[in-house]
């Protein structure tokens, strides 16, 4: 080689040398990274991640991805809350932050899972047109071991508009005991309280592994809660064996909310009349949720034409379904009417907390008879002629469903029926039970034939020792043209009397 030659080649390789290589453009290449993999069991966890667009370099430039979609998926037993997220812009090296919800069960074993991420992104080729791409990375995550806690049983009393208790069991299903710790229970819902405020809290000193523990809580629903279940938080914090701490993430606590206490009348009988005491008698049954304790049938009063005797008649506890006959003895006046009548009762009773309560009215539809007559009254021998007298019999029948006593009998008539002895007196009427009782009567001589109406009323004691004055009945009497012969006696006293006034004339005369 020549020296002139050997120049050139120096000079060409030191211009080589001196000029930069020019830098790689490499297509999207996106992963994650996460701060702090580690999810808590018995709950549902946010995990925060990043998704980073990062080449295979340090010098190499990325190009942006975009409309990037992130689907991911379940694995093993951790459930993926979250099923879809999106990043509208991920340029080179500039983090997009985003989480996830997942729901890991408590008794899940311990140790590093992988949450599939799946991706479909589009970029530019460098050529002047989008291609898109789709692809599945992977969100490392990893499950911590000590304590874990789940909700096994819940168990509540609490009515609408009323109180009750929530039971609430919790049992420690992970790999070790748990010290100091606090289940905070709390209600996002306006209409629940527990105790006196929005939360409530209970503490445990030692918490064994596999152990169950029951929590009360005091429950009040207010007026405007609904029937159905409502959705309580709970969190637990505690201590682990190694002497750190720990929290759960928000368990779930479901709360059934249970309709108002109800009752329902059944066999509903009457024997209500007008103008008489009766009963009103039926069944009542416990068609709420819980117990009603010390139970009693209320029947406020209706008045003014009906009067209940008794206006509470107690049946005792009632369990739920239980029924429980009861009895009203009621009085309804002369003035009332018959025909069907609507009464509201209800029932007072004292809930599992020992308050006093009241259900709404319970309608009970019953029919009111018509008025009927205490006794019944035949005459026995109804019939007299004019100018004769003699003894009037009547039969009495007691027509009610309760013995009466001390029945006085009475009778009253208008001329020309006349009596010298108008009452009769009985001792005791059994239901149905007649009895004849036999009065004086007598017709005037110039009384008319035809039918005269004879009255009659009665002075009792009912059952309750009561005295009664009776509607007032009317007998037919029947008055018949007199029967003796000869010259009628009336005409014969007129002449008799002329006769003797005459002839005191005469002497008068005479003497004169």
Do not use: C
């Not at 105790?195 to 207010?222: C, P």
């Not at 249970?258 to 049954?285: A, K």
């Not at 001589?445 to 005295?467: N, R």
């Amino acid at each position: 080689m020549t020296r002139k030659a050997l120049a050139v080649l120096i000079v060409a390789s030191l211009l080589v040398s001196t000029v930069p290589a020019a830098a790689l453009t490499s297509n999207p290449n996106i992963q994650t990274i996460t701060p702090d993999p580690s999810l808590q069991p018995g709950g549902v966890n946010e995990l925060s991640f990043q998704l980073v667009n990062d080449g295979e370099g340090a010098e190499d430039e990325t190009r942006s991805a975009h409309n990037v979609h992130i689907r991911p998926r379940d694995v093993g037993r951790i459930d993926v809350e979250t099923r879809h997220l999106y990043v509208e812009q991920l340029p080179d090296g500039t983090p997009a932050g985003l989480s996830l919800k997942l729901n890991v069960p408590s008794d899940i074993e311990s140790g590093t899972y992988r949450i599939p991420l799946r991706l479909s992104y589009e970029y530019d080729s460098g050529a002047g047109n989008d291609v898109e791409r789709k692809t599945t990375i992977y969100l490392p995550v990893r499950v911590e071991s000590g304590p874990r806690f789940d909700v096994v049983d819940t168990s509540s009393t609490a009515t609408v508009s009323g109180q009750g208790t929530l039971e609430v069991t919790v049992q420690n299903v992970g790999d070790s005991a748990a010290y100091d710790s606090t289940l905070t229970l709390s209600s996002s819902a306006p209409d629940v309280q527990l105790g006196s405020s929005q939360s409530s809290t209970r503490f445990v000193d030692t918490w064994e592994r596999g152990a169950n523990r029951t929590f009360e809580f005091e429950t009040t629903l207010g007026d405007s809660a609904t029937v159905g279940n409502y959705s309580l938080g709970a969190q637990i914090d505690f201590e682990k064996p190694s002497g750190t701490t720990g929290s759960t993430p928000s368990l779930t606590v479901p709360l059934r909310a249970l309709p108002e206490m109800t009752f329902s009348v059944d066999d509903v009988s009457s024997s209500l009349r007008v103008g008489e005491t009766g009963t009103l008698s039926g069944t009542v049954t416990n068609t709420g949720p819980k117990a009603a304790n010390n139970a009693v049938v209320t029947f406020p009063d209706p008045g003014p034409t009906v009067t209940p005797i008794e206006t509470s008649v107690a049946v005792g506890s009632l369990e739920p379904g239980e029924s429980a006959p009861f009895e009203f003895d009621v009085e309804v006046t002369s003035s009332g009417s018959a025909g069907p009548r609507q009464f509201d009762l209800a029932v007072d009773y004292r809930d599992q907390d020992g308050s006093s309560r009241q259900s709404d009215d319970i309608p009970t539809r019953v029919e009111v008879g018509p008025k009927t007559p205490e006794f019944d009254v035949e005459p026995v021998n109804g019939t007299l002629s004019a100018g004769s007298d003699g003894e009037f019999e009547v039969t009495v029948t007691n027509t009610r469903d309760y013995a009466v006593s001390d029945v006085s009998a009475k009778i009253y008539m208008d001329s020309p029926l006349s009596s010298s002895d108008d009452e009769a007196f009985v001792d005791r009427l059994e239901p149905g039970e007649s009895e004849t009782v036999v009065f004086q009567l007598s017709a005037g001589g110039g009384a008319t034939a035809k039918t005269y109406p004879v009255k009659m009323d009665f002075q009792y004691d009912d059952e309750d020792g009561d005295t009664i004055i009776s509607d007032t009945y009317q007998i037919p009497v029947d008055v018949t043209a007199s029967s003796g012969g000869g010259l009628p006696i009336v005409p014969i006293l007129v002449v008799v009397a002329l006769v003797v006034v005459a002839g005191g004339y005469l002497y008068y005369r005479r003497q004169g």
